[in-house]
């Protein structure tokens, strides 16, 4: 992977003829900011990261106002341990950086994609596509056509009530 990822993924669309909006817009970090700059409710974005489940890395894909619930992800994939991808190892796997990755595993990324019905929940995906200045906003539909990803149930509400960390889950 390197800076062509959103060519590559509009060409992959075009290709399977399934309509999209790119947009380009200021380096965002977070959701929050990526859900600004795009015009899209924070509950629209596809936020995607990588986990490493046991000893594989695999990508997984939930509304961004939502968080990753991995003691589902062990569960359901009977595994016994999870983790984030450091950004050393999203670099070296992807070539991007956090806040960059798409919702989109081959031929786009090499995992195995997992989606939470979060993002069926609504009817567009807004996501950044490879680079932290460009978004993505398609028809869920379509996104699931493109994608093929495997449904499990992974994602809970964030805790308002709870202490504020150092700040807003960073995304891979």
């Known amino acids: 992977m390197t800076d062509d990822t959103p060519l590559r ?3 992959y669309l075009e290709e399977l003829g ?3 909006r790119q947009i ?3 380096p965002t970090t977070t959701s929050e900011a990526s859900a600004r700059a795009r015009g899209e409710s ?3 974005g596809g936020k995607a990261i990588l986990l490493k489940t046991d000893n594989v890395f695999r990508l997984f894909v939930l509304s961004a106002a939502l968080r990753l619930d991995s003691a589902a992800i062990r569960r359901q994939l009977q595994a016994k ?3 984030f991808a450091s950004r050393e190892e ?3 796997l992807t070539g991007l950086v956090p806040g960059s990755v798409p919702p989109f595993g081959p031929p786009i990324l090499p995992f195995e994609l997992f989606v939470d019905p979060s993002i069926l929940a609504n009817e567009k995906i807004s996501f950044n596509a490879g680079s932290l200045e460009a978004s993505i906003v398609m028809a869920v539909p379509d996104y ?3 994608a093929a990803p495997k449904i499990l149930a992974f994602s809970e509400a964030l805790d308002e009530s709870a202490e504020p960390s150092s700040g807003p ?3 891979p």
């Open 9 to 11: 993924i509009g060409s």
């Open 18 to 20: 399934i309509p999209f």
């Open 24 to 26: 380009h817009h200021e």
């Open 42 to 44: 924070l509950e629209v």
């Open 81 to 83: 341990k999870t983790r």
């Open 90 to 92: 999203l670099f070296e």
């Open 144 to 146: 699931l056509r493109a």
């Open 169 to 171: 889950e960073p995304r």
